[in-house]
């Protein structure tokens, strides 16, 4: 079942997320993870937070398919454990459709979380999957990609931002 994306401006995009208790969720996970994946895949996107489907908890998914391969990665209660270098690069957001912009972030970048069967993982990603990191858990910490920009660049963006913000459901 696809679920309902929310947008810029809802204020369960601003709230720091609830940590995970495993077993509290354990048996309503699968079918979550279901209807994450499937509105993820819906819409092309390579990441999506539970907060994006209205769900205040930290819990985020990932497939950035290299090479076209799928490669589905669950992070519940993710946390960044290194970072380095740094690179900018264009990014958008699910919750900002329509709107990208030049956002720095580590070019490699190692996070340790639970994954869907609760055993704990680290993984090291680098490229988009490391910038995926940073923008999903960004979002368990009330976050977007537009607070990362410079204050020329958010002025540039608050315009278009109005503007197609009227298209949003
Ligand atoms: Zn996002």
Same mark, same amino acid.
């Given at each position: ?90 990014? !958008?957001? /699910? ?9 720095? @972030?580590?070019?490699?970048?190692? =996070?340790?979380? +639970? *994954?869907?069967? !609760?055993? /704990? ?9 490391? @910038?995926?990191?940073?923008?999903? =858990?960004?979002? +368990? *910490?009330?976050?977007?990609? /537009? ?23």
């Amino acid at each position: 079942m696809k679920m309902r994306i929310t947008k810029h401006g809802e204020d369960v995009l601003k709230k720091i997320a609830k940590s995970v208790d495993y077993d509290e969720i354990r048996d309503d996970l699968p079918a979550l993870l279901k209807n994450m994946w499937e509105t993820m895949y819906g819409v092309k996107g390579v990441g999506l937070a539970a907060p994006q489907v209205d769900i205040s908890i930290r819990l985020a998914i990932i497939d950035v398919k290299p090479e076209g391969k799928s490669d589905k990665i669950v992070m519940i209660n993710p946390e960044i454990v290194n970072r380095e270098g740094s690179v900018t690069e264009e990014e !958008g957001c /699910l919750s900002v459709p329509g709107l990208y912009a030049k956002v720095k @972030r580590h070019k490699r970048v190692t =996070v340790r979380a +639970l *994954d869907a069967k !609760g055993a /704990l993982f680290e993984r090291t990603g680098t490229g988009l999957l490391a @910038r995926a990191f940073e923008h999903e =858990v960004d979002h +368990l *910490d009330g976050k977007l990609f /537009l607070n990362h920009l410079s204050l020329v660049e958010r002025l540039r963006v608050s315009t278009i931002l109005k503007d197609i913000k009227k298209n949003w459901d």
